[in-house]
């Protein structure tokens, strides 16, 4: 009868705490609206300047040859127009001869000159856009068009570019040596007859000079790394994976580099933009960003820019781009078009330019055919270790946490070391901890904290009344590691019957030898397990030596790895202290006072 009154007043008690920590239902954090310097911090670690260096060979006529035959049927042209008939009336009017000749020579000069030889010269140029990673094992987005270009189109560019500026320059050079010879021979040119004289070499010169082969080059990213206040750029070969075309094609490439826990952009899962919808463009425009009054330093800052979509277009290829008014420049082609929660709902990829050419209308292409590219690469968007720490860090400044935001800023920088936007928002967070600054819980929020806490142990009384009333003498099957002789006391043993089925078919297990975790036998989960200090870790170890995150064990194709997550003391295996480490069976691994052995097998 007492139970059962025991039984009433805690389940009441249960039902009035539950109760009372019930509030209104918040909008879920990934569907609030970031701010905009949220919407920064989220992106700019995983956007990337994107470069490939091309080659174009170019012939242009070394000498030439004055046709003979063409000159003296001027002359006989002259000396018929004339009536001369005796040298010495030709001798007389020479300077009226030579008049004639030079226009006749201005007004068809490719019948007077022929090339006998030709000269070759080799061109350099880069193509600049943007991209971003996608998956934390360095697979980048970008255009198509910035990565892989297609080579008739090159060549047709360095034809519109180099040749082009080629042929100027040098039919200005050859039309002042041409005017000097003259002179010499005492017939100055007037200045109107040197311009057309330089326009029709410019023409015989286009005529016969062409580009003779491009070389596309391979694509590199550029990632920036700052150590202490020296910011430096590392460029990364990278792969075309898959690649579409330029416009009207899919302009889409997906690149590979090497490399291991890079930070990147979550995809939208939105099939469409709508109009009106705010988006905001990242990448790298190469006016400002490369511009030589600003340090190189400043090239690792990109360029963020906020509009609305403006309209939806279908192509004649029956594919949607989508029209927006944020302003993107060349350069940021490639680059991410986000959401106003920092997901990635396109690229930018191409320009409409107005009739009037005052402006242009700016155009991406979907996340959707984004998407598209990537299933084609086999390629899975992974975020893998740092990213999820790198955004646990932004939650807590944007909380004033920075105690917490340093600690997992310090995690990011073990896992991938040198990124500039990381190591500036830790400087920012170690100054707030020195000056004390940062916003504390509020003794409401403790309130909430405690009433749940006391709702859930009054629950879990009455469960253990219940379970005692119905089955006193049943008894919870337990797994413990086996014990040496002379070990001491009984171990902590773990109820086996309550792990998730998941940790039950692991084949990983860590032993405790010595330590708060002595005795026992922790099973590792496929998805790999956080060790610390941290009551949030999947496995806690109380100890003062212990960092709140320490480390944090993987299963990486089968195989065991552990991090150790910029511990203060450091992590050990086998006397050794590590960074990164693959773990096999009988290794120690030492956290603080703890020493764990790995063990393989059910």
Excluded at 512 to 529: D, H, K, N, T
């Amino acid at each position: 009868m007492k139970s059962r009154r025991a039984l009433g007043a805690f389940g009441l008690l249960a039902i009035m705490c539950w109760a009372a920590s019930c509030r209104a239902p918040e909008t879920p954090a990934t569907e609030r609206p970031l701010t905009t310097q949220q919407i920064v911090r989220l992106a700019k670690p995983a956007v990337v300047m994107v470069q490939t260096t091309h080659t174009a060979r170019a012939s242009f006529p070394r000498s030439v040859q004055f046709r003979e035959q063409r000159v003296m049927q001027a002359v006989r042209r002259f000396l018929i127009s004339r009536g001369i008939v005796y040298e010495w009336e030709l001798e007389q009017r020479r300077y009226e001869l030579m008049g004639f000749l030079l226009e006749d020579i201005l007004a068809n000069l490719s019948e007077y000159m022929t090339p006998v030889s030709t000269e070759e010269k080799t061109y350099e140029f880069t193509s600049v856009g943007s991209g971003f990673f996608v998956s934390a094992d360095g697979y980048v987005v970008t255009c198509a068009h910035v990565a892989a270009p297609d080579a008739k189109e090159l060549r047709q560019w360095a034809s519109e570019q180099f040749l082009a500026s080629e042929i100027d320059t040098r039919a200005q050079q050859e039309a002042e040596i041409f005017a000097q010879q003259l002179e010499q021979a005492g017939y100055s040119l007037a200045g109107g007859q040197i311009e057309r004289l330089r326009g029709e070499l410019a023409k015989f010169l286009r005529r016969h000079a062409s580009i003779k082969q491009v070389e596309v080059g391979t694509p590199r990213v550029l990632l920036g790394s700052r150590v202490g206040e020296v910011v430096s750029v590392k460029p990364l070969t990278a792969e075309v994976v898959v690649k579409g075309g330029a416009i009207p094609k899919k302009d889409v490439a997906v690149l590979k580099v090497s490399g291991e826990n890079f930070l990147t952009i979550p995809l939208s899962d939105a099939t469409r933009l709508e109009q009106g919808d705010t988006v905001f463009a990242i990448g790298y425009p190469i006016a400002e960003t490369l511009m030589r009054t600003f340090e190189e330093s400043s090239a690792q800052e990109p360029t963020l820019t906020q509009g609305v979509c403006s309209a939806r277009r279908t192509l004649k290829e029956g594919w949607e781009a989508v029209q927006i008014d944020a302003d993107v420049k060349p350069g940021s082609s490639g680059g991410a078009i986000v959401n106003n929660q920092g997901q990635v709902v396109g690229i930018a990829a191409f320009r409409v330019k107005e009739s009037t050419g005052q402006g242009a209308a700016n155009f991406i292409v979907p996340v959707s055919i984004v998407r598209e590219f990537l299933q084609r690469a086999n390629v899975s968007t992974k975020d893998g270790l740092a990213t999820p720490i790198y955004r646990e860090a932004l939650d807590a400044i944007e909380r004033e946490d920075f105690q917490e935001a340093l600690e997992k800023l310090n995690q990011v920088e073990a896992l991938r070391p040198g990124i500039p936007a990381v190591q500036e928002l830790r400087a920012a967070a170690q100054q707030a901890v020195l000056e004390g600054r940062g916003r504390k819980q509020t003794p409401t929020q403790w309130v909430w904290a405690a009433v749940g806490v006391v709702g859930g142990v009054l629950a879990v009384l009455g469960v253990v009344i219940v379970a005692r009333k119905r089955a006193g003498a049943r008894r919870v099957q337990v797994q413990s590691a086996p014990q040496a002789a002379g070990a001491g006391d009984a171990p902590t043993q773990l109820a086996s019957d309550v792990m998730p089925t998941q940790l039950r078919s692991a084949p990983y297990y860590l032993v405790g030898l010595q330590g708060a975790l002595a005795g026992q036998r922790v099973p590792v989960p496929p998805s790999g397990l956080t060790i610390g200090r941290a009551s949030d870790c999947d496995l806690t170890i109380n100890e003062p030596l212990v960092s709140r995150l320490h480390a944090r064990l993987t299963v990486e194709a089968g195989q065991l790895v552990i991090y150790d997550l910029n511990s203060t003391n450091g992590t050990t295996v086998n006397g050794m202290k590590v960074q990164r480490h693959a773990l096999q069976a009988g290794d120690i691994v030492e956290i603080g006072n703890t020493q764990l052995q790995v063990s393989v097998g059910v």
